[in-house]
């Protein structure tokens, strides 16, 4: 049998000159590309191998046997490879890997094992192939199984591909496809007509569709400085972090000189942007990867950690000294950000989240080194450790409600509680309410907070306050957020959790502080009529501490004011508030409306308030907010 290897040796000759191209350009190092070079160098050796092989056939007894049979070996070895390593690229391409998708990722890499074993025991069993007394090449009773193994790593490359299309462009699938048929196609051609050779034609053809479409170096680099971008930069972190390997990131931000930037002409930007990154070449590079963003920022990835306090104090004394921007002195102000894996960040939009925080503090003093222990950085990470343990509270189902009594002076009887979300830490102390409340709003857990201590005071409502045999209470308190006024369906959606539990609305008071009602205050009217309707009641809270006035009390269907802490101290203290919050009591009153006095920790408070006549107080003097059996074993006192 004569083989025809023309196609082989072109499709040599052209990925070589792909490969060595790829090589001469500058690349950002991330996962897909890896993978790509080791496909097309296992496809390069595997068109190189098969026309060595060919020709050694061809020349017939000339060629020693043991060189043939060697060849032909490390020929399915390496064809392999190559299938197993495209499988590989598009399972990067996809975000695919073996934490993240094990049944995906393990169905290509075990087969691939096992036909490696079935190869490498062809010299003993003569599966695959054997040579006759003459060279010829003679097919094994069992080559149908590497065919067979060619066509399901390209049929499951492809499902891979269509199952994770929505990470993938369209153009993208269709180059996949195209592999996959013509790959099909000419597997079947070779089957039945052996002396053709036509595999590495249809790899080199697709190597250079998919470089041209996926793994064009442009579409990672930043077009004037020639750095990687953010798409190449994330890519590069994620990959360092699934790895676990300790790195440190700098964030050099130019954010303060955006006014500069706007009255600067573009070809003196351009011009700046060009010095900036040559100097960056030349002084920078060597220990630290560039990623150029935009003039007002770029990143440095240092995977050498020791590095970071020189390279960040080199960078800060550059941009103390001016640049030249067409013959003229142009004087940066740069503000240096230093993060560390894994010590100040986990994930990639953790890292994404500090740098955007300091960029937006405007505490920071320009031209500074923001350093890993730098208190603004400190309350960041703080913060960020805050939303993960509330996270995990949410989904665990582990945020407590606390209550606290509010006492009727006249009997010095409990008659209305007040819930309280209590979150504890891992070491298992408090968080103060007013911080992880604060960072449920801004991160959008509140909703699911919200919901979540809801039902926790219905459940308590329903099981344990309602069971007892004279049971004193007449309302309980809840706090709702501005986020959640600010929904449609929050009259519906509490009403739904009431209704769920058997409770009558009647026993709900929901407190709201005057910032609900400034955000929105048409719809805030809307929930307050359809809520009051069906029987639930609500009160200002913290009044005093902000804009609250009389006109909110008149302007909403208010039944009861609650006077804040604060405004409570100054009434005691300072003669002047004391008689002013007095008439405050008294114009209150004469409106028909409740007063709850808050803080109130001592007897004299508490008397002065009687004589006041403030019916309602709550505050240490009786209890602290208590736990849910705590709190049902000191209303038992009363029953």
Same mark, same amino acid.
């Given at each position: 049998m004569h083989y025809i290897y023309e196609y082989e040796l072109a499709s040599f000759v052209i990925m070589l000159a792909l490969l060595l191209h790829i090589r001469s350009q500058r690349q950002v190092a991330t996962r897909p590309l890896r993978f790509f070079l080791y496909f097309l160098v296992t496809a390069l050796a595997e068109a190189g191998l098969n026309v060595v092989a060919s020709v050694a056939i061809n020349a017939g007894t000339s060629t020693p046997r043991l060189f043939i049979d060697g060849v032909n070996l490390t020929f399915f070895i390496v064809e392999a490879l190559c299938r197993l390593f495209f499988f590989l690229y598009i399972c990067a391409l996809c975000g695919v890997h073996r934490k993240t998708s094990p049944i995906a990722f393990f169905t290509g890499v075990i087969p691939a094992i096992l036909l490696l074993l079935f190869i490498l025991s062809n010299p003993w069993t003569h599966f695959i192939y054997h040579l006759d007394s003459h060279n010829a090449y003679i097919l094994g009773p069992y080559a149908s199984v590497e065919f067979a193994s060619y066509c399901y790593y390209l049929i499951l490359t492809f499902a891979v591909a269509y199952y994770y299309r929505d990470r993938l462009q369209m153009r993208h699938i269709y180059i996949i496809a195209e592999f996959t048929l013509l790959s099909i196609i000419a597997v079947i051609i070779e089957y039945l007509y052996r002396p053709l050779l036509l595999t590495s034609s249809v790899n080199a053809l697709v190597l250079l569709n998919i470089y041209g479409a996926m793994q064009d170096p442009k579409i990672y680099q930043e077009m004037v400085t020639g750095f990687g971008n953010w798409r190449a930069f994330s890519m590069r972190i994620m990959q360092l972090i699934r790895k676990n390997k300790p790195f440190g990131v700098i964030c050099i931000d130019l954010n303060t000189n955006r006014s500069l930037f706007n009255?600067?002409?573009? *070809?003196?930007?351009?011009?700046? !942007? !060009?010095?900036?990154?040559?100097?960056?070449?030349?002084?920078?590079?060597?220990?630290?990867?560039?990623?150029?963003?935009?003039?007002?920022?770029?990143?440095? /990835?240092?995977?050498?950690?020791?590095?970071?306090?020189?390279?960040?104090? !080199?960078?800060?004394?550059?941009?103390?000294?001016?640049?030249?921007?067409?013959? *003229? #002195?142009?004087? /940066?102000?740069?503000?240096?950000?230093?993060? *560390?894996?894994?010590?100040?960040? *986990?994930?990639?939009?953790?890292?994404?989240?500090?740098?955007?925080?300091?960029?937006?503090?405007?505490?920071?003093?320009?031209?500074?080194?923001?350093? &890993? $222990?730098?208190?603004?950085?400190?309350?960041?990470?703080?913060?960020?450790?805050?939303?993960?343990?509330?996270?995990?509270?949410?989904?665990?189902?582990?945020?407590?409600?606390?209550?606290?009594?509010?006492? $009727?002076?006249?009997?010095?009887? &409990?008659?209305?509680?007040?819930? /309280?979300?209590?979150?504890? =830490?891992?070491?298992?102390?408090?968080?103060?309410?007013?911080?992880?409340?604060?960072?449920?709003?801004?991160?959008?857990?509140?909703?699911? @907070?919200?919901?979540?201590?809801?039902?926790?005071?219905? %459940?308590?409502?329903? =099981?344990?306050?309602?069971?007892?045999?004279?049971?004193?209470?007449?309302?309980?308190?809840?706090?709702?957020?501005?986020?959640?006024?600010?929904?449609?369906?929050?009259? $519906?959606?509490?009403?739904?959790?009431?209704?769920?539990?058997?409770? #009558?609305?009647?026993?709900?008071?929901?407190?709201?502080?005057?910032?609900?009602? /400034?955000?929105?205050?048409?719809?805030?009217?809307?929930?307050?009529?359809?809520?009051?309707?069906?029987?639930?009641?609500?009160? @200002?809270?913290?009044?005093?501490?902000?804009?609250?006035?009389?006109?909110?009390?008149?302007?909403?269907?208010?039944?009861? %004011?609650?006077?804040?802490?604060?405004?409570?101290?100054?009434?005691?203290?300072?003669?002047?508030?004391?008689?002013?919050?007095?008439?405050?009591?008294?114009?209150?009153?004469?409106?028909?409306?409740?007063?709850?006095?808050?803080?109130?920790?001592?007897?004299?408070?508490?008397?002065?308030?009687?004589?006041?006549?403030?019916?309602?107080?709550?505050?240490?003097?009786?209890?602290?907010?208590?736990?849910? $059996?705590?709190?049902?074993?000191?209303?038992?006192?009363?029953?």
């Open positions: 009255v600067i002409e573009y *070809s003196a930007l351009i011009h700046l !942007e !060009e010095s900036i990154s040559n100097w960056i070449s030349d002084h920078i590079q060597e220990n630290a990867q560039a990623y150029y963003l935009s003039v007002q920022r770029c990143f440095f /990835l240092v995977t050498a950690p020791e590095h970071l306090s020189g390279i960040s104090k !080199e960078i800060s004394a550059r941009f103390s000294r001016p640049w030249t921007v067409q013959n *003229s #002195p142009v004087t /940066l102000s740069a503000n240096i950000f230093v993060e *560390s894996y894994p010590e100040n960040f *986990s994930t990639f939009e953790g890292l994404c989240g500090i740098v955007h925080a300091l960029r937006l503090d405007n505490k920071i003093s320009n031209g500074c080194i923001l350093w &890993p $222990d730098d208190p603004s950085q400190k309350i960041y990470r703080r913060s960020l450790h805050i939303r993960k343990v509330l996270e995990a509270a949410i989904e665990n189902d582990t945020v407590e409600v606390y209550y606290q009594p509010i006492v $009727d002076v006249s009997d010095g009887r &409990p008659c209305m509680l007040e819930a /309280l979300a209590r979150l504890r =830490d891992n070491d298992g102390s408090f968080i103060p309410p007013d911080q992880f409340i604060t960072i449920a709003e801004q991160s959008g857990l509140i909703y699911r @907070l919200q919901q979540c201590i809801l039902d926790k005071i219905c %459940i308590f409502c329903r =099981d344990k306050l309602t069971a007892l045999p004279q049971n004193p209470i007449d309302r309980v308190h809840v706090n709702l957020s501005v986020l959640e006024c600010m929904q449609p369906d929050m009259a $519906d959606r509490i009403l739904n959790t009431i209704e769920r539990n058997g409770l #009558p609305p009647k026993l709900f008071s929901l407190e709201l502080t005057e910032r609900m009602a /400034l955000v929105t205050p048409e719809l805030m009217k809307h929930h307050m009529s359809v809520l009051t309707n069906r029987g639930v009641s609500f009160s @200002l809270d913290d009044y005093g501490t902000g804009n609250a006035n009389i006109s909110y009390i008149i302007e909403y269907n208010f039944d009861t %004011i609650k006077f804040d802490r604060s405004l409570m101290h100054a009434f005691f203290t300072n003669e002047k508030a004391h008689h002013i919050i007095g008439r405050e009591f008294l114009i209150i009153k004469d409106l028909g409306l409740n007063v709850i006095a808050e803080g109130i920790e001592t007897e004299e408070e508490m008397l002065t308030l009687k004589e006041h006549h403030i019916q309602f107080i709550q505050g240490y003097y009786y209890s602290r907010p208590i736990p849910p $059996d705590e709190c049902i074993a000191y209303l038992e006192k009363f029953s």
